[in-house]
């Protein structure tokens, strides 16, 4: 026994001494560049804000740290260990990286054992009515990589692995956005909620004075109704934010992977600043964009697909080899005559296929060509996402700068407003309209803050959130 089964890893050492030689022979198919583009040397809408220095995209942190807002980062670490989407894009990226192990193992041969024992009818001698044949062997197949087929084939898996990485970023990335984004309209909506209930503490008062100045036959009855009517409305206004605030924590709590009754986020009357966002290169928005990344690698894979298909062309070349021992008595199984081997290539290849292979290639190509297509279009759309959130940064910043001057100036008026009520001079109703200025104003702002808040997450995003392209694993 143990000086049989000798082919077997004979062939095995060729594999591993001699495979490395033969996977540097050829290699089918087109040698893959990046798809070339066009990138813009600035961003249109940067205009004063500060580009990045180098030492700016060294990482400080987590994006949302900018913020300084300790409930919100403990609500975004909660993401990448809780959220079900960021979870399944894990999963896929973990399928991706075992079709990559699948993958490699065709560098090897592939060996297999049998042992077996089959009873059959005796016809060739007398005796024995039932013949026994007891077997034993083992036996290996190696597929020489001459052409390139199973190199391609790692190259076209290692770069949808690659992708799949870029998804879980790019899911990450989004979910954590996404997070922000509705925390900060939270937290507004909280302001909102603080500012009608000043409103209403006001308008009740208002209410009251109304009341007494009827009783004492100053005021009519119309002044009492307009001012019930102000107090009611804003109360109604107040109960609404109620369900967009229950609606938004309800939503956090799903992003951070808890049933809505797990999580109670408290009230807080504050919405954190802007912080400053430097600005990359458009260039280096492709290395930081994972979105871009994972376009970028499925345009490889496809041009490697485009080998695999080439190749089909080739025959395949095979080493196989046998060994083992056969015999109808078991206790005489391992003897020398009973021992059987079998050594040899095996070169196998389509000669008519009617078409089939070049329809392939074919395909493949065009697979290639909607790859590249995907990837310009990813590029042109993050280029557009930082335009359109540093547009509107802008804007708002300006927008916000003229409402906040307009609240202020209307915040006197209901005072004077209502002075001038009381004096005699003017009717109720210019105390309701200033009433619903200032507080139409107020509100007019806070909407400002939280689409300025939004936007600024937007644009961190857009920017890649400070993710970089060398974090994608199998480089």
């Known amino acids: 026994m143990r000086r049989a089964l000798r082919c077997v890893p004979a062939l095995l050492a060729l594999g591993a001494a001699g495979g490395c030689e033969y996977l540097t022979n050829l290699t089918i198919g087109p040698v893959y560049h990046r798809p070339s583009l066009e990138v813009p040397p600035a961003y249109k809408e940067s205009k004063d804000w500060k580009p990045a220095e180098p030492q700016d995209l060294t990482s400080r942190g987590e994006w949302w740290e900018l913020y300084g807002d300790a409930d919100l980062d403990a609500l975004e670490r909660q993401v990448q260990v809780s959220n079900q989407n960021v979870l399944l894009a894990a999963a896929r990226y973990e399928q991706a990286a075992a079709l990559l192990g699948t993958a490699r193992s065709g560098y090897f041969p592939t060996v297999s054992a049998d042992v077996s024992s089959t009873r059959s009818p005796n016809t060739t001698t007398a005796g024995s009515a039932v013949r026994t044949q007891d077997r034993v062997s083992l036996a290996t197949v190696w597929e020489l990589d001459v052409w390139g087929r199973v190199r391609r084939t790692v190259e076209s898996n290692r770069e949808s692995a690659q992708a799949s990485a870029g998804d879980l970023a790019a899911m990450l990335l989004s979910e954590q956005a996404t997070l922000a984004q509705s925390y900060f309209q939270l937290r507004v909506t909280d302001l909102d909620l603080g500012l009608l209930e000043r409103s209403m503490a ?274």
């Open 202 to 475: 006001a308008y009740e008062k208002a209410l009251a004075v109304t009341r007494n100045r009827y009783q004492a036959g100053v005021a009519q009855r119309s002044d009492v109704t307009q001012a019930q009517t102000q107090l009611e409305n804003v109360r109604a206004q107040y109960l609404d934010l109620g369900i967009t605030r229950a609606t938004l924590e309800h939503a956090i709590a799903v992003l951070v992977g808890k049933p809505p009754a797990a999580l109670s986020i408290p009230r807080k009357d504050q919405a954190p600043a802007i912080p400053a966002i430097p600005l990359t290169l458009p260039s280096q928005l492709l290395e930081r964009r994972p979105d871009i990344a994972a376009a970028e690698r499925r345009a490889a894979a496809a041009n490697a697909q485009i080998g695999i298909a080439r190749a089909a062309w080739f025959p395949t070349l095979s080493l196989g080899g046998s060994e083992g021992y056969a015999s109808s008595s078991f206790s005489k199984l391992f003897e020398v005559p009973n021992r059987f081997w079998s050594l040899g290539p095996d070169l196998a290849g389509t000669l008519v296929d009617f078409g089939a292979r070049r329809y392939q290639v074919r395909a493949a190509i065009a697979s290639y060509d909607q790859s590249v297509a995907t990837y310009r279009q990813t590029v042109l759309s993050a280029f557009q996402d930082v335009e359109d959130n540093l547009a509107a940064l802008e804007v708002l910043a300006e927008e916000s700068t003229a409402e906040r001057a307009a609240a202020d100036a209307s915040s006197e008026t209901p005072a004077i407003a209502e002075n001038q009520y009381k004096a005699g001079t003017v009717d109720y109703l210019n105390v309701v309209s200033a009433q619903n200025a200032s507080l139409s104003a107020e509100r007019a702002w806070r909407d400002i803050t939280n689409r300025s808040l939004a936007a600024s997450v937007a644009l961190l995003k857009a920017l890649g959130g400070g993710w970089r392209s060398d974090a994608l694993p199998f480089n």
